[in-house]
């Protein structure tokens, strides 16, 4: 059979055949065989038309409604077909063999970029109109005062930078503006508020864990400051550039850099450059000339890294930033060749902030506490200093008051008696319980003029103070016979060294030499000889020689070890020679109360601690709880307790309470104990001692903070043998003592 076709059919056309009503075809029969006609189908084997797919539904719905719009776009269609077709992928390529048949074309490379700028574009605009300016505002506007209470709840002082002033732009000198925007952000003026390279640089490095610093504009740190967290992380990021770019369109920029300069942190607790100007310079912003305007600028940067009153690295890195500020500066005409000429030293700031005012004595306990606080409440500089914290001390006002007032009374003496010496004199003193809790403190006469704390300070030798420790060694471990030996021999009480002065300090070998070349021998006080005499006795009397060997025969390591176990700092430890035996270490008076409460907490040593408890708008702060550990056996600490009671039961008979006139040892560790200190150079006076589990130590030294750190001799200052001025203050802050 053949098929026509019309003659206007062409080879490129489509063309349906609709044959309706063809029976189905039989089976081919066998030659010859005559094929039967198949039954026509029934009914019930008939099939149902599918229900159209959802596609099917909505082009039918809306193809009548887009009608006209696809007509109107139809000619452009058409024309950009062929185009697209080009730029359609074909993999593998043909025309092209090996490897090149995978490789895009040039058109197909540039419409993939296209593409992708087209939607990354879109994404851009649609975050932008999604993103709002936040309504509130970070915790910095309604920053509160850090309140510190005493032991009982009691308020004790308020310290906070609430009292930020914000400044309007027109009272910033305008060398100060530049010196800021040299800085940070040249051209803030001219940028639409974000910098594309510094998000992309910033992303990098948030993505890759590195260094986040730099990279935003001054909308962005403003913005980051003010609607933000400090959070390094690519959402962020994001966020801050979209308010930014927003920001930028609704405020001026005059607007955006006096917020920046009013709301930006520069260390020492202030926010804003007008605090910041009378934290370093003691001086309104106004006031500021272009080269302390310059440093101020640095401190953007981190404080911690550039203020350098904090620690030497940071002030070479200070005038570096200085420096280049300031040359920046000239580079974008903003200051004169002839001005810059005149800033070639550095400004220095002054040495600590003007505006901490909380009193003399308890600006001692308020730096305490804080560094306490911020160290185990694991609190940040930057969120410490905008408050809103209450802590709760264990500062006792009726001992702190009483220790104030002793040593008060004994400075006021010394200047009377003698005020030439009395001006270099410095008076150290704490009270720590047992349970580790600082009770008091006197760091020195007024913290506005002396900045350092004498009661944490670790500048003079413990002396004689130091022999519990030695004793306590002794007992605790015994003594070798032999050098490396593993046998040892115990030590008691009652056990007899060689009290005479002037003693060698012998080895297993024979005589101990110094690097000289001299035998070393221990030093009584006043040159006197004891013959032999028993430890227990020896540390009543504070015989030295015996305590001096006892050190070499227990080990000078385990002398050391002891004492760190005790609570002193290992900084503090002396050199590990015979020497250390008799108090070449120098540790603070809080050190020296916290290791002979030790004593009278059964040989258990808890981490002296200044802060209780802290809180923050109702809700506490995890603090890291101060560890106790046990630095000796509770035997031994009643030994070495009942020795100090019987010392200060000899050396002040007439103050021993009356609950303690007996001279039994039952229950030394609820006695009165302590002991006075001295050095054989005479540079320090020292009285440790402990009542009702309250171990205060006082030291009184001279040094010469005008010349240097090297202190200079006593020269009657600490008083006599007999009328000990550390004594005098320790029982005039222990009283009463029954």
Not at 333 to 345: H, M, N, V
Not at 445 to 471: I, K, M, W
Not at 515 to 533: F, L, P
Not at 721 to 731: E, H, L, R
Request: glycine share 8%; hydrophobic share 35%.
């Amino acid at each position: 059979m053949q098929l026509k076709l019309p003659a206007s059919f062409r080879p490129d056309e489509t063309m349906q055949l609709r044959v309706s009503d063809i029976p189905a075809m039989p089976d081919m029969p066998d030659e010859g065989d005559e094929g039967d006609e198949e039954k026509p189908r029934s009914s019930k084997n008939r099939r149902k038309a599918p229900r159209p797919s959802l596609f099917a539904r909505v082009s039918s719905f809306l193809g009548p409604r887009l009608a006209p719009l696809l007509a109107f776009l139809a000619p452009y269609v058409a024309r950009v077909t062929p185009y697209a077709r080009k730029l359609r992928p074909q993999y593998p390529r043909p025309g092209r063999t090996d490897w090149r048949r995978w490789i895009p074309s040039w058109r197909q490379c540039l419409g993939g970029v296209l593409t992708s700028i087209g939607l990354s574009g879109m994404l851009l605009v649609v975050a932008y109109a999604a993103t709002d300016i936040p309504d509130n505002i970070n915790s910095y506007a309604t920053q509160q005062d850090n309140v510190y209470f005493w032991a009982d709840g009691t308020p004790m002082a308020r310290t906070g930078w609430v009292q930020r002033q914000a400044m309007p732009l027109k009272d910033i000198p305008e060398d100060v503006r530049w010196a800021v925007l040299a800085a940070e952000n040249a051209s803030f003026y001219s940028d639409p508020g974000i910098s594309f390279k510094g998000i992309s640089r910033a992303l990098f490095r948030t993505i890759g864990q590195g260094d986040t610093q730099g990279g935003s504009t001054i909308t962005q740190q403003y913005v980051k400051n003010v609607y933000l967290n400090q959070n390094q992380t690519v959402s962020r990021k994001f966020t801050e550039a979209m308010i930014s770019l927003k920001l930028d369109n609704q405020m001026s920029k005059d607007d955006i850099l006096e917020g920046y300069l009013n709301t930006s942190w520069f260390g020492r607790g202030t926010y804003g450059i007008q605090r910041a100007a009378q934290a370093y310079y003691g001086k309104d912003v106004g006031e500021l000339n272009a080269s302390e305007a310059a440093f101020l600028a640095s401190l953007l940067k981190g404080a911690g890294l550039y203020d350098p009153t904090l620690k030497s690295a940071n002030r070479a890195r200070a005038v570096e930033r200085w420096s280049w500020t300031l040359d920046r500066m000239v580079d974008i005409g903003k200051l004169s060749k002839a001005e810059r000429a005149k800033y070639t030293k550095f400004p220095e700031p002054l040495k600590s902030n003007p505006l901490y005012d909380t009193g003399e004595q308890t600006d001692y306990l308020v730096e305490l506490a804080s560094q306490y606080a911020k160290k185990s409440g694991k609190i940040s500089d930057k969120d410490f200093d905008l408050g809103g914290y209450q802590i709760y001390t264990t500062f006792d006002k009726k001992r702190e008051t009483q220790l104030t007032d002793a040593v008060t009374k004994a400075r006021k003496d010394a200047l009377k008696d003698d005020p030439k010496n009395a001006k270099t004199a410095h008076y150290g003193a704490s009270s720590v319980a047992s349970d580790g809790r600082i009770l008091a403190v006197y760091g020195g006469p007024d913290h506005r003029t002396q900045g350092y704390n004498e009661s944490n300070a670790t500048t003079v030798s413990a002396g004689s103070a130091f022999l519990p420790f030695v004793y306590a060694a002794g007992l605790e471990n015994g003594i070798h016979k032999t050098r490396d030996g593993d046998d040892t021999t115990p030590v008691t009480g009652e056990t007899l060294y060689d009290g005479d002065d002037k003693v060698p300090v012998k080895t297993p070998e024979g005589p101990y030499w110094d690097r000289s070349g001299k035998v070393v021998a221990a030093k009584n006080d006043d040159g006197e000889s004891y013959g032999q005499i028993s430890l227990h006795r020896a540390m009543e009397l504070s015989v030295n020689t015996p305590f001096m060997q006892l050190g070499m025969d227990a080990g000078l390591d385990v002398v050391r070890s002891t004492a760190e176990k005790s609570g002193l700092l290992s900084s503090s430890i002396g050199a590990q020679v015979p020497a250390l035996s008799m108090g070449s270490s120098t540790p603070s008076a809080i050190r020296m109360a916290s290791g002979y409460s030790t004593f009278a907490a059964g040989g258990k040593h808890t981490e002296p601690y200044s802060v209780r408890l802290i809180t923050k708008n109702g809700t506490k702060v995890v603090l890291d709880t101060p560890a106790t550990d046990r630095a000796f056996g509770a035997d031994v600490a009643e030994e070495v307790n009942s020795a100090l009671a019987d010392s200060f039961r000899t050396a002040h008979p007439d103050d021993v309470p009356a609950s303690q006139q007996s001279a039994a040892r039952a229950g030394s560790l609820g006695q009165v104990a302590g002991k006075a200190g001295t050095t054989q150079d005479d540079t320090a006076a020292w009285y440790v001692g402990t009542a009702k589990a309250v171990s205060t130590a006082v030291v009184v030294y001279r040094i010469d903070l005008s010349k240097s750190l090297q202190p200079l001799p006593l020269k009657g200052i600490a008083g006599t043998t007999d009328d000990s001025v550390p004594y005098g203050i320790w029982s005039g802050a222990m009283s009463p003592l029954g």
